[in-house]
């Protein structure tokens, strides 16, 4: 599977919007973006997935660019029970196995 | 969602003695489950597959014979660390997905002290 750069650490006020990126330049045409978040001694949890078109869930919004070379994870009001470690992992259709970066550490500011 | 669970969730040994964690999928059935391992401060790494019915599959690095891995039901799979010792503490985490090719899903943890 293709790897993932993100970004060590990000801060974002309470209330509003937080925008992680991914870098995935080597992404293959079945490969897809999946975004998993861990809270501090907790497993991780699955926030949401895409392959080439933007999606939007519940939790979150992914914006994939057009060449597939980075995504954004946006979380539209972040609260403090957002902060978290973000991982960004890219994932080959029919392969289960998840490899996790380093990840991203977002701690939303009161 | 998808549940699974992880029990305990945090155990404390003493070394030279062996500890079993167990993982079930609680509302889905999976033929295959991993096994991951995070030391304070580091991401997660990936220890074994374990499938249903066959041996686990480990990766490099990983001793087969002192985490051994059960895998006897499509909604349990056991981590049993044997003869554990202080560098054997850490965050043990399993995972598994109801379909291929759709999320996975964790468990809480299990966080394992060696004394």
């Known amino acids: 599977d293709a790897k993932t750069t993100q970004p060590t650490s990000m801060d974002c006020a309470e209330g509003r919007a937080a925008n992680l990126p991914c870098n995935h330049s080597t992404i293959s045409g079945n490969e897809y973006v999946y975004w998993y978040r861990q809270i501090h001694s907790q497993g991780p949890q699955y926030i949401i997935h895409?392959?080439?078109n933007n999606e939007t869930n519940e939790m979150a919004s992914l914006i994939i660019t057009e060449d597939r070379k980075s995504s954004t994870l946006i979380l539209p009001h972040a609260t403090l029970r957002d902060t978290a470690v973000y991982y960004c992992?890219?994932?080959?259709?029919?392969?289960?196995?998840?490899?996790f970066g380093t990840g991203t550490r977002l701690t939303i500011i009161p | 969602g998808a549940v699974v669970s992880q029990h305990p969730s945090w155990v404390i040994c003493k070394s030279g003695t062996s500890v079993k964690i167990e993982c079930r999928s609680l509302d889905f059935q999976a033929t295959t489950m991993f096994w991951y391992r995070q030391f304070p401060k580091q991401s997660l790494m990936l220890m074994a597959t374990?499938?249903?019915?066959?041996?686990?599959?480990?990766e490099q690095g990983v001793e087969k014979d002192k985490f051994l891995i059960n895998h006897a039901s499509l909604t349990l799979s056991t981590l049993t660390v044997t003869s554990a010792h202080p560098e054997d503490s850490s965050f043990y985490i399993c995972?598994?997905?109801?379909?291929?090719?759709?999320?996975?899903?964790f468990g809480q943890g299990t966080r394992l002290t060696v004394v």
């Open positions: 895409g392959l080439k």
């Open positions: 995972s598994a997905s109801p379909a291929l090719n759709t999320e996975a899903f």
């Open positions: 374990s499938n249903e019915g066959s041996k686990a599959t480990y």
């Open positions: 992992i890219v994932q080959g259709f029919g392969n289960e196995k998840l490899t």
